[in-house]
Structures are given as C-alpha cells and as structure tokens.
C-alpha cells in the first residue's frame, strides 16, 4: 500500500480532553496506533515505553523522581507493566493543583491491557484523568487512504494500521506475528495456560462463532476443558481487546428474550486469519462471509463513539419466537435505533421484516431503523432506510 500518516479520528477527542485534565489514560489493542498517534500530537513531550526493562526498572525503584525528570510531562507507553504508576500520578497531579503553577505537566499513560490499566485508573484516578480508546481502523478512516477497497478486502485487512502500508504477504506475516507475539505472550503472563494446544483450540472456535451465540458450556465441550477455565479465557480476550460481548436488550416488553450474548473479535483481519481464509475469493465463498461482514459493521458502531469520547450502548435483539434484529443502538434519552446488517449485494424488502416486527414490539421507544448492506442503491424515508455500508456516514 503506502507509507503515509493515517489520520485518525480519535485526535480531536484527545485535544479537547487537555482542556480539561492534565492525564490522558488512552487504552485500546496492540499495534491499534496508539503511540504513533500519541507521539504525532504531542511530539515535544518525552516518551519512555515500559515494555524496555532498564526504563521499566527505572520506574519502579523510584516513580516519584521518574515522574519529575520533565517539566512538561511525558507520554508512559504500555503502562500495563506497571500500573502502580497511577498512584504516583494522583500524588502529582494533586501537587500541581495545590501549587497552582501556571507551567501544567502532561501525562499520556497508555495502555493495552483493559481491566488492569482500567481499574488502576478508576481507584487512583478519579476525577483526574480523561479515558478514551482507540481501537483499530474505522471504515471512514480506511476510506482516506483506500477509498477503493472491496468489501472483501475490508473484512480481510481488519483495522490494524500496519496492515494497510503492507502487500498480501506482509498482512499473512503480520498477522501471524500479532497472534503469536501479542496474544499468546499477553495472554500466557495474564493468566497459566497449562495447554496451549487447547487454547489454539479455543481461539480458533472462538473466530468459528463470530456472530452466534456463545455458550461457555459447548465451548467447554469442544476444547476438552472446564467451563469456569472457558469463561476465564473470554474474560481475557476481553480485557486484552481480542474479543467482545454483545449482550442481547432486554426490557420489559413482555416477549420472552434469549440471554445468551454473541461473540464478536474487534479486527476482522485477524479473526479470518484465525479460520484459515487468506484471499479474497476464499472470502467471497465462505459460508462464515455474512458473519465477518457483520462484524465489521457492528465494530464501526463502536469505534464512531469511542472516537468521539462517548460511551456506545449497543444490544441485539433475538426472542423465542426466532425474532431477531442484529443491532440496536441505545441513545441516553432512552431511544433506540434500530439496524439490520445483510452482506448481499441485492436489495430485498423482505431484510426490513425483523425491523417492522420490532417496531410494534418497542413502539416509541424506537426512533428509527435502517438496512446496512453491501449493495449499491440507497433511500431514505422518514422511518426505514437502507443504504450502501461502505459509504455511509
């Protein structure tokens, strides 16, 4: 592709959050840009990256004193090595306010490891510190530098910045290198794995149930293992931004609702990397393509709303009577958009069936419901629309 600066969303978010605290706690997975964005926007300030041993022993013989060397701050790249640092920023932060000096220090701490970066900061930061997250490459951000790309490359490429300055052969090393480097290294000093076989066996089925249903128990069954060492293994893909949970809605809207949550990976790349696809016509014939399209949508939702520094309320909707809308989108007034996502190419009324079911389920709570495919024609009437995907906004 090409070696050009990708620019990111997520930049003006961290600009006005300066306005406001002098710590900048930013998380999201391995290699999503978070340090190249960091030094980009704030290149006068020193970095030290805590994966380097002689600056992470430095840090922990005498944080106090490391946290002093500058006056005007400095970016602490993948703080998850030592998330103590967050008390000693609370010290310095409440020292500074005290001091009232007009010379403001800046802190960038970042981070890849969710629940220990994240729970560090809530008990000795609150208050102090601005979180926001930058998670691979949304399709708005592709499309400036790859505003041709084919759906399929989309899905196959995922979201990784690296991926797109590389050919086909780079993205197959590199995505090798990410499974083994990061989420076999992370995840074995996280928590012991006793079989790694087993655990091979578990991704792999993980990134077979992408958009299903995830029950801990048949995955249990598959893999030869407990089901409390199963729920532990999701809890850490989780927290290390491999995988998440889309939890389905519930409401009082007396249908009897499934509660089992689906399972989707954060980058598209590497989940068809983990089922052994590697071309585009692979892609286009494969029985999972649909599964893979959805993924891709239901992440831009996400990534719009950590982008603009705003929590995202998302849900399915499925109940007994099979049922089923693929993403709802809950507003903080209470109402709900409502989208069903079709990887075909061909527009059919009948993809707004599930939609007009919910309407009458939900009322007014919904306030809208769309059709996000892979086709070309688009409309919009006051209630339903459909459109392009690829080219929505």
């Not at 989309?154 to 499974?179: C, V």
């Not at 293992?225 to 931004?241: D, F, K, M, R």
């Not at 809605?249 to 990976?265: C, D, E, S, V």
Request: with cysteine; charged share 20%.
């Amino acid at each position: 592709m090409n070696n050009q600066l990708i620019e990111r969303d997520l930049l003006q978010s961290i600009k006005k959050a300066f306005r406001y605290f002098s710590v900048l706690t930013l998380t999201g997975p391995r290699q999503s840009g978070k340090t190249t964005l960091c030094r980009k926007l704030f290149a006068e300030l020193p970095y030290y990256n805590l994966e380097d041993a002689a600056t992470l022993a430095a840090m922990q013989q005498d944080p106090k004193a490391f946290l002093n060397k500058h006056r005007e701050g400095m970016i602490i790249d993948e703080a998850q090595r030592f998330p103590e640092v967050f008390s000693y920023l609370q010290v310095q932060v409440d020292e500074q306010r005290m001091a009232d000096s007009a010379e403001q220090q800046k802190y960038i701490v970042t981070g890849s490891a969710n629940f220990t970066l994240m729970q560090q900061a809530a008990q000795s930061m609150a208050g102090r510190t601005a979180v926001l997250t930058l998670l691979p490459l949304s399709t708005q951000e592709i499309n400036r530098i790859a505003p041709t790309c084919t759906t399929d490359m989309r899905i196959l490429r995922g979201g990784y910045p690296a991926i797109w300055k590389t050919d086909d052969e780079g993205r197959e090393i590199l995505l090798g290198n990410y499974y083994t480097t990061y989420v076999e290294r992370d995840l074995r000093n996280m928590i012991n794995i006793k079989n790694l076989s087993q655990f091979h066996t578990f991704i792999r089925l993980c990134a077979g149930r992408i958009g299903s249903e995830c029950s801990a128990s048949s995955l249990a069954v598959e893999v030869g293992v407990s089901v409390p060492t199963i729920q532990s293994w999701l809890s850490i893909l989780e927290a290390s931004y491999v995988v998440y949970r889309l939890h389905p809605y519930y409401a009082n809207i007396g249908k009897r609702l499934t509660k089992t949550p689906k399972l989707y990976f954060y980058d598209t790349g590497l989940a068809a990397w983990l089922m052994g696809i590697r071309t585009e016509e692979q892609l286009a014939i494969h029985p999972l393509r649909g599964n893979l399209f959805e993924n891709m949508v239901i992440n831009d939702f996400y990534k719009r709303g950590y982008n603009c520094g705003e929590r995202v309320e998302l849900y399915f909707y499925r109940d007994q009577g099979q049922h089923e809308v693929d993403l709802l989108q809950v507003a903080a007034d209470g109402k709900i958009c409502a989208y069903e996502i079709k990887s075909g190419k061909t527009f059919r009324t009948d993809y707004f069936d599930g939609l007009h079911y919910l309407q009458k389920v939900l009322g007014d709570r919904l306030s809208g419901t769309c059709v996000l495919y892979d086709g070309e024609q688009e409309l919009h009437q006051q209630y339903d629309a459909y459109c392009h995907y690829t080219h929505c906004e």
